[in-house]
DNA sequence: CTAAACCCTGTAACTGGTACAGAGTCAAGC
DNA sequence: GCTTGACTCTGTACCAGTTACAGGGTTTAG
Protein backbone atom coordinates (compact mmCIF):
# COMPACT_ATOMS: atom_id res chain seq x y z
CA UNK A 1 0.00 0.00 0.00
CA UNK A 2 2.52 2.44 0.91
CA UNK A 3 6.42 2.26 0.75
CA UNK A 4 8.85 3.65 2.75
CA UNK A 5 9.20 6.50 0.99
CA UNK A 6 5.40 7.39 1.06
CA UNK A 7 5.68 6.53 4.53
CA UNK A 8 7.97 9.26 5.23
CA UNK A 9 6.73 12.07 2.91
CA UNK A 10 3.46 11.31 4.48
CA UNK A 11 4.95 11.41 7.97
CA UNK A 12 7.74 14.60 7.49
CA UNK A 13 9.71 11.56 8.76
CA UNK A 14 13.03 10.88 7.73
CA UNK A 15 13.29 7.31 5.28
CA UNK A 16 15.77 5.96 6.98
CA UNK A 17 14.78 6.65 10.53
CA UNK A 18 12.00 4.43 9.74
CA UNK A 19 14.15 1.52 8.81
CA UNK A 20 15.50 2.49 12.26
CA UNK A 21 12.54 2.53 14.20
CA UNK A 22 11.82 -0.63 12.81
CA UNK A 23 15.15 -1.98 14.08
CA UNK A 24 14.35 -0.85 17.35
CA UNK A 25 11.08 -2.65 17.60
CA UNK A 26 9.38 0.93 17.89
CA UNK A 27 7.55 0.01 14.26
CA UNK A 28 6.29 -3.56 13.36
CA UNK A 29 8.16 -5.29 10.47
CA UNK A 30 5.90 -4.50 7.80
CA UNK A 31 4.99 -6.68 4.98
CA UNK A 32 6.97 -7.11 2.18
CA UNK A 33 6.35 -7.07 -1.78
CA UNK A 34 7.44 -10.00 -4.06
CA UNK A 35 10.83 -7.98 -4.90
CA UNK A 36 11.39 -7.72 -0.79
CA UNK A 37 9.67 -4.11 -0.86
CA UNK A 38 8.53 -2.52 2.37
CA UNK A 39 4.77 -2.41 2.12
CA UNK A 40 3.09 -0.05 5.02
CA UNK A 41 -1.10 -0.15 6.10
CA UNK A 42 -2.96 2.65 7.97
CA UNK A 43 -2.02 1.26 11.03
CA UNK A 44 1.50 1.30 10.54
CA UNK A 45 1.28 5.34 9.34
CA UNK A 46 -0.78 6.16 12.54
CA UNK A 47 1.73 4.68 14.97
CA UNK A 48 4.35 7.20 13.09
CA UNK A 49 2.15 9.88 13.57
CA UNK A 50 1.87 8.85 17.10
CA UNK A 51 5.77 8.55 17.41
CA UNK A 52 6.76 11.67 15.55
CA UNK A 53 4.35 13.72 17.66
CA UNK A 54 5.17 11.85 21.00
CA UNK A 55 8.99 13.22 20.13
CA UNK A 56 7.84 16.85 19.65
CA UNK A 57 6.49 16.50 22.74
CA UNK A 58 10.14 15.02 24.52
CA UNK A 59 9.01 11.63 24.93
CA UNK A 60 12.19 9.35 25.03
CA UNK A 61 11.93 6.28 22.85
CA UNK A 62 11.73 3.99 25.83
CA UNK A 63 8.69 5.87 26.86
CA UNK A 64 7.12 5.87 23.33
CA UNK A 65 7.65 2.05 23.90
CA UNK A 66 5.53 2.59 27.11
CA UNK A 67 2.69 4.68 25.64
CA UNK A 68 2.36 1.80 22.84
CA UNK A 69 2.28 -1.00 24.55
CA UNK A 70 -0.39 0.45 26.12
CA UNK A 71 -2.24 0.69 23.28
CA UNK A 72 -1.19 -2.74 22.15
CA UNK A 73 -1.98 -4.85 25.03
CA UNK A 74 -6.30 -4.47 25.01
CA UNK A 75 -7.61 -4.24 27.84
CA UNK A 76 -4.96 -5.17 30.15
CA UNK A 77 -3.86 -1.39 30.78
CA UNK A 78 -6.01 1.66 32.05
CA UNK A 79 -6.10 5.40 31.25
CA UNK A 80 -4.22 5.61 34.62
CA UNK A 81 -1.13 4.09 33.86
CA UNK A 82 -1.17 6.62 30.29
CA UNK A 83 -1.62 9.51 33.03
CA UNK A 84 1.18 8.52 35.36
CA UNK A 85 3.29 7.76 32.75
CA UNK A 86 2.74 11.05 30.68
CA UNK A 87 2.57 13.01 34.39
CA UNK A 88 6.11 11.41 34.90
CA UNK A 89 7.53 12.75 32.11
CA UNK A 90 5.81 16.11 32.51
CA UNK A 91 8.02 15.98 35.94
CA UNK A 92 11.13 15.48 34.33
CA UNK A 93 10.38 18.03 32.14
CA UNK A 94 9.95 19.95 35.14
CA UNK A 95 13.11 19.67 36.50
CA UNK A 96 14.71 19.96 33.18
CA UNK A 97 13.24 23.77 33.28
CA UNK A 98 14.68 24.18 36.96
CA UNK A 99 18.23 23.09 35.78
CA UNK A 100 18.38 25.63 32.99
CA UNK A 101 17.05 28.82 34.73
CA UNK A 102 19.56 27.87 37.26
CA UNK A 103 22.36 27.63 34.90
CA UNK A 104 20.68 30.64 32.68
CA UNK A 105 20.94 32.77 36.64
CA UNK A 106 24.65 31.71 36.98
CA UNK A 107 25.49 32.58 33.18
CA UNK A 108 23.79 35.75 33.24
CA UNK A 109 25.79 36.70 36.82
CA UNK A 110 29.26 35.75 35.53
CA UNK A 111 27.82 37.66 32.33
CA UNK A 112 27.50 40.87 34.29
CA UNK A 113 31.00 41.28 35.85
CA UNK A 114 32.41 41.64 32.27
CA UNK A 115 32.04 44.86 30.37
CA UNK A 116 32.19 43.70 26.95
CA UNK A 117 34.95 45.49 26.45
CA UNK A 118 38.02 45.65 23.94
CA UNK A 119 40.72 44.80 26.40
CA UNK A 120 42.01 41.45 26.22
CA UNK A 121 40.28 38.36 27.11
CA UNK A 122 43.11 36.54 28.71
CA UNK A 123 41.92 39.36 31.92
CA UNK A 124 38.23 38.68 31.00
CA UNK A 125 36.18 38.23 34.67
CA UNK A 126 34.36 35.33 32.86
CA UNK A 127 36.88 33.17 31.98
CA UNK A 128 38.55 33.99 35.12
CA UNK A 129 35.28 32.56 36.79
CA UNK A 130 35.12 29.52 35.14
CA UNK A 131 38.61 29.07 35.26
CA UNK A 132 39.09 29.92 39.10
CA UNK A 133 36.82 27.38 42.01
CA UNK A 134 33.89 28.90 41.37
CA UNK A 135 31.98 29.38 44.88
CA UNK A 136 28.40 29.70 43.86
CA UNK A 137 27.74 27.10 40.91
CA UNK A 138 25.70 23.87 40.69
CA UNK B 1 53.86 15.35 37.78
CA UNK B 2 50.16 14.39 37.82
CA UNK B 3 49.40 10.88 36.21
CA UNK B 4 45.83 10.49 34.19
CA UNK B 5 44.46 8.82 37.37
CA UNK B 6 45.41 11.91 39.75
CA UNK B 7 44.45 14.52 37.31
CA UNK B 8 41.05 12.32 37.38
CA UNK B 9 40.36 12.06 40.90
CA UNK B 10 41.13 15.76 41.29
CA UNK B 11 39.10 17.37 38.91
CA UNK B 12 36.56 14.33 39.60
CA UNK B 13 36.67 13.71 35.51
CA UNK B 14 36.63 10.53 34.47
CA UNK B 15 39.46 8.75 33.65
CA UNK B 16 38.49 7.67 30.14
CA UNK B 17 37.17 11.14 29.58
CA UNK B 18 40.43 12.96 30.08
CA UNK B 19 41.72 10.61 26.94
CA UNK B 20 38.89 11.56 24.92
CA UNK B 21 39.55 15.29 25.14
CA UNK B 22 43.09 14.92 24.05
CA UNK B 23 41.87 13.23 21.28
CA UNK B 24 39.39 15.98 20.22
CA UNK B 25 41.82 18.65 21.13
CA UNK B 26 40.20 19.63 24.11
CA UNK B 27 43.44 19.22 26.33
CA UNK B 28 46.69 19.77 24.77
CA UNK B 29 48.70 16.24 24.83
CA UNK B 30 50.71 16.46 27.92
CA UNK B 31 54.72 15.04 28.06
CA UNK B 32 55.18 11.69 28.21
CA UNK B 33 57.70 9.54 31.16
CA UNK B 34 60.19 7.30 30.09
CA UNK B 35 57.61 4.65 30.11
CA UNK B 36 55.40 6.75 28.06
CA UNK B 37 52.53 7.50 31.07
CA UNK B 38 51.22 11.01 30.56
CA UNK B 39 52.72 13.54 32.79
CA UNK B 40 50.13 16.82 33.71
CA UNK B 41 51.04 20.14 35.17
CA UNK B 42 49.27 22.72 36.72
CA UNK B 43 48.07 24.06 33.57
CA UNK B 44 45.96 20.90 32.51
CA UNK B 45 44.23 21.21 36.07
CA UNK B 46 43.41 24.25 35.51
CA UNK B 47 42.04 23.98 31.83
CA UNK B 48 40.41 20.85 32.86
CA UNK B 49 38.76 22.47 35.73
CA UNK B 50 37.70 25.17 33.31
CA UNK B 51 36.07 22.51 31.18
CA UNK B 52 34.11 20.82 33.98
CA UNK B 53 32.36 23.84 34.92
CA UNK B 54 31.59 25.16 31.76
CA UNK B 55 30.30 21.53 30.60
CA UNK B 56 28.38 22.34 34.23
CA UNK B 57 26.57 25.25 32.35
CA UNK B 58 25.93 23.42 29.33
CA UNK B 59 28.27 24.85 27.21
CA UNK B 60 29.29 22.05 24.25
CA UNK B 61 32.53 21.15 23.13
CA UNK B 62 32.43 23.35 20.26
CA UNK B 63 32.04 26.21 22.32
CA UNK B 64 34.45 25.63 25.03
CA UNK B 65 37.32 24.81 22.73
CA UNK B 66 36.51 28.81 21.30
CA UNK B 67 36.16 29.91 25.09
CA UNK B 68 39.69 28.15 25.36
CA UNK B 69 41.23 29.43 22.08
CA UNK B 70 40.16 33.27 23.42
CA UNK B 71 42.69 32.32 26.48
CA UNK B 72 45.26 31.20 24.56
CA UNK B 73 45.95 33.29 21.31
CA UNK B 74 47.53 36.38 24.54
CA UNK B 75 46.07 39.97 23.04
CA UNK B 76 44.37 39.17 19.86
CA UNK B 77 40.74 38.70 21.31
CA UNK B 78 38.95 40.94 23.36
CA UNK B 79 36.83 40.62 26.48
CA UNK B 80 33.78 41.14 23.82
CA UNK B 81 34.46 38.11 22.34
CA UNK B 82 33.82 36.23 25.61
CA UNK B 83 31.18 38.18 26.11
CA UNK B 84 29.75 37.71 22.86
CA UNK B 85 29.79 33.98 23.04
CA UNK B 86 28.60 33.72 26.80
CA UNK B 87 25.56 35.46 25.67
CA UNK B 88 24.96 33.35 22.97
CA UNK B 89 25.03 30.63 24.78
CA UNK B 90 22.52 32.44 26.78
CA UNK B 91 20.41 33.09 24.14
CA UNK B 92 20.59 29.48 23.51
CA UNK B 93 19.51 27.81 27.10
CA UNK B 94 16.48 30.76 26.96
CA UNK B 95 15.33 29.23 23.88
CA UNK B 96 14.77 25.84 25.24
CA UNK B 97 13.68 26.94 28.40
CA UNK B 98 10.73 28.53 26.32
CA UNK B 99 10.70 25.18 24.05
CA UNK B 100 10.35 23.12 27.17
CA UNK B 101 7.74 25.10 28.59
CA UNK B 102 5.86 25.04 25.54
CA UNK B 103 5.92 21.05 25.59
CA UNK B 104 4.74 21.42 29.19
CA UNK B 105 1.72 23.38 28.68
CA UNK B 106 0.60 20.91 25.19
CA UNK B 107 1.51 17.79 27.79
CA UNK B 108 -0.68 19.82 30.93
CA UNK B 109 -3.47 19.95 28.58
CA UNK B 110 -3.69 16.81 27.41
CA UNK B 111 -3.16 15.47 30.02
CA UNK B 112 -6.26 17.16 31.76
CA UNK B 113 -8.13 15.68 29.46
CA UNK B 114 -7.44 12.43 31.08
CA UNK B 115 -9.58 11.18 34.11
CA UNK B 116 -7.04 8.77 34.89
CA UNK B 117 -9.64 6.37 35.65
CA UNK B 118 -9.23 2.21 35.50
CA UNK B 119 -10.95 1.86 32.53
CA UNK B 120 -8.85 0.19 29.41
CA UNK B 121 -6.03 2.78 28.04
CA UNK B 122 -7.19 2.19 24.87
CA UNK B 123 -9.71 4.54 24.92
CA UNK B 124 -7.57 7.22 26.86
CA UNK B 125 -7.90 10.75 25.58
CA UNK B 126 -4.05 11.32 25.86
CA UNK B 127 -3.42 8.77 23.51
CA UNK B 128 -5.83 9.70 21.51
CA UNK B 129 -4.92 13.14 21.50
CA UNK B 130 -1.07 11.77 20.31
CA UNK B 131 -2.99 9.46 17.50
CA UNK B 132 -5.13 12.30 16.12
CA UNK B 133 -3.93 14.97 14.00
CA UNK B 134 -3.59 17.71 16.55
CA UNK B 135 -4.93 21.09 16.16
CA UNK B 136 -2.55 22.96 19.18
CA UNK B 137 0.66 21.04 18.84
CA UNK B 138 3.80 22.82 18.39
C1' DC C 1 14.07 0.05 -24.02
C1' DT C 2 16.39 3.04 -21.29
C1' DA C 3 17.09 6.19 -17.69
C1' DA C 4 15.56 8.25 -13.57
C1' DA C 5 13.83 7.50 -9.34
C1' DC C 6 13.07 4.54 -6.11
C1' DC C 7 14.14 0.61 -2.76
C1' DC C 8 17.23 -2.93 -0.60
C1' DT C 9 21.26 -4.11 2.65
C1' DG C 10 25.10 -3.18 5.61
C1' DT C 11 27.86 0.05 7.60
C1' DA C 12 29.99 4.55 9.08
C1' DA C 13 29.28 9.09 10.77
C1' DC C 14 27.77 12.29 14.39
C1' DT C 15 28.10 13.95 19.97
C1' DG C 16 29.87 13.23 24.44
C1' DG C 17 31.50 10.35 26.40
C1' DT C 18 32.09 5.21 28.73
C1' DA C 19 34.05 0.57 28.93
C1' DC C 20 36.75 -3.21 28.10
C1' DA C 21 40.63 -6.35 26.54
C1' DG C 22 45.35 -7.37 26.48
C1' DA C 23 49.75 -5.72 27.37
C1' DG C 24 53.23 -3.12 29.89
C1' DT C 25 54.81 -0.56 34.34
C1' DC C 26 55.17 1.04 39.02
C1' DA C 27 55.25 0.68 44.14
C1' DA C 28 54.90 -1.89 48.31
C1' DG C 29 55.48 -5.89 51.06
C1' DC C 30 57.89 -10.02 52.22
C1' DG D 1 64.91 -9.59 44.53
C1' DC D 2 60.58 -11.02 43.52
C1' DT D 3 55.78 -11.17 43.52
C1' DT D 4 51.37 -9.03 43.60
C1' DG D 5 48.13 -5.62 42.95
C1' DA D 6 47.18 -1.21 41.27
C1' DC D 7 47.99 1.57 37.80
C1' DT D 8 48.67 2.99 32.78
C1' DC D 9 49.08 2.19 27.85
C1' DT D 10 46.71 1.29 23.17
C1' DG D 11 42.95 0.28 20.19
C1' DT D 12 38.42 -0.61 19.75
C1' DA D 13 33.42 -1.17 20.63
C1' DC D 14 29.37 0.63 22.82
C1' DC D 15 25.09 3.93 24.20
C1' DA D 16 21.05 7.01 21.97
C1' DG D 17 18.92 8.76 18.05
C1' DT D 18 19.31 9.37 14.13
C1' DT D 19 21.50 10.47 9.30
C1' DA D 20 24.09 9.32 5.27
C1' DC D 21 26.27 6.76 1.95
C1' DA D 22 27.91 2.86 -1.07
C1' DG D 23 26.77 -0.68 -4.15
C1' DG D 24 23.38 -3.31 -5.73
C1' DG D 25 18.35 -4.53 -7.48
C1' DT D 26 13.49 -2.74 -9.01
C1' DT D 27 9.89 0.01 -10.64
C1' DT D 28 8.02 3.49 -13.51
C1' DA D 29 7.66 7.07 -16.96
C1' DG D 30 8.74 8.57 -21.49
Known amino acids: MLTRGKLATETGCN ?10 GLIPAPDRTASGYRSYNE ?41 SLTEAHIDEITEKIRDLQQIKRRLRQISSFCDGSSESATSCPILESLFEDSNGSR
Open 15 to 24: IETIRYYENI
Open 43 to 83: EHLRRLNFIQRARALGFTSDRIQGLLELTDAEGSHTRADVK
